[in-house]
């Protein structure tokens, strides 16, 4: 795949956008395009998977060129930037040429806010075998991976899915970069001098905030697999590696080290019971007077209802898990011991449970 770089022939004519799907349809044609919603999902893995975003540069370009650039037949590109382009995905021009958007732009593997991963997770193969299976989850309220891949959901990934089990981890790399920043940003370290993370992926969180706080020491903690690949500011001779410890673990086993901070982020989705056990062992691991925040998306009371539901029905079919309600969190939190000191939001889709250990 190529990038098209502007031309004479392209750039004069840029582009006003033909008006496209009407922003707000009447019932009954609402109702049609919520029904075929798995069309949006899979025309943007296509273009995410065939690179349209990034082969298509600052100019407009014709479906020819682009259908050139990513090895493809020109009439179905076409149709394809033309469904997605009624959702604000690529804009047809009035000369028949495509050119980016917001929204096109955040497809390009590139993009400082790339969500690419986030899309290709979203739309895994399994996904598609797993969606239709929904009215027996919510008959049973477990997961229906068991009974469709004869196994749980991540002994597949990690088995029988190596591609899609890359795909997680991009995705997961691209959501806790995007979002360190933010919970860096709002945590006042004053007086802390120990961070651990608990299931804190490749520790991208851990290591933004030990980048601005550098008398700070931090732990990783999460599984075994996915420390291995810890981002390397922390690990061997990063510039982070005197002050981080990488600990292999299992989170609901134990937590075997101190900290004046636990950060417990975007973990507590699975069953009820490993969140419980996850919590107490926080709890368990810490001295009086320590600061537990937990960080998670909320199915309430947040502008990002829309994203957040769709990710909790996901999580019930793939591990039979669930997102929180800001109820359902604070309850959790509390049966196990802490005492939550404040609730406050990160971002649009982020809420922090500021807690302590009590003496
Ligand atoms: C959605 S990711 C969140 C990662 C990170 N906290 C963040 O917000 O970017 C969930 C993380 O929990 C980790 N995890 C799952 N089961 C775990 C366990 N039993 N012990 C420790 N970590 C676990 C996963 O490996 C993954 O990194």
Redesign the pocket.
């Known amino acids: 795949m190529t990038t098209l770089s502007p031309t004479p022939e392209t750039t004069p004519l840029a582009a006003a956008p033909v008006s496209s799907a009407p922003a707000s349809p009447p019932p009954a044609m609402q109702l049609r395009e919520l029904a075929f919603g798995a069309a949006r999902a899979a025309a943007l893995r296509a273009a995410a998977g065939l690179g349209v975003a990034d082969a298509l540069g600052e100019s407009p370009a014709t479906a020819e060129e682009l259908a050139r650039a990513v090895k493809a037949e020109p009439a179905p590109l076409r149709r394809l930037l033309r469904a997605l382009s009624c959702y604000g995905v690529f804009a047809e021009t009035e000369d028949g040429t495509f050119a980016h958007t917001e929204m096109s732009r955040l497809l390009r593997e590139d993009d400082p806010h790339s969500l690419r991963y986030i899309c290709l997770w979203c739309t895994e193969p399994w996904t598609w075998e797993v969606w239709p299976r929904l009215d027996d989850a919510v008959r049973s309220g477990a997961s229906v991976f068991p009974e469709t891949f004869g196994k749980g959901f991540f002994d597949y990934l990690h088995q029988d899915a190596g591609e899609s089990a890359q795909v997680f981890n991009r995705a ?1 790399t691209t ?2 970069v995007q ?1 360190a920043r933010d919970v860096a940003d709002l945590l006042d370290l004053t007086g802390v001098s120990s961070v651990a ?5 490749q520790g ?2 851990l290591a933004s905030l030990l980048e601005k706080h550098p008398a700070v020491h931090g732990t990783l ?3 075994p697999g ?1 420390v291995a690949g810890a981002d390397a500011r922390l690990r061997d001779d990063g510039p982070l590696a005197g002050r981080a410890r990488i600990v292999p ?4 086993e134990e937590i075997p080290f101190e900290a004046d901070l636990y950060i417990i ?3 507590l ?1 699975w069953d009820d019971g ?1 969140t419980r056990r996850t919590l107490r062992n926080v709890v368990a691991a810490a001295r009086p007077g320590a600061r537990v925040v937990v960080i998670e998306n909320l199915v309430d009371d947040t502008p990002s209802m829309r994203f957040t539901t769709a990710m909790d029905l996901l999580l019930l079919l793939n591990v039979g898990g669930a997102k929180h309600t800001r109820e359902s969190l604070v309850t959790r939190i509390s049966d196990a011991g802490l005492k939550i000191r404040e609730v406050r939001p990160v971002n649009a889709y982020l809420h922090a449970f500021e807690c302590v250990v009590p003496g």
């Open positions: 997961m959501s806790s979002s993370d608990i299931g804190g992926g991208h969180v903690l999460d599984l996915v673990g299992d989170c609901r982020k975007n973990i989705e490993s």
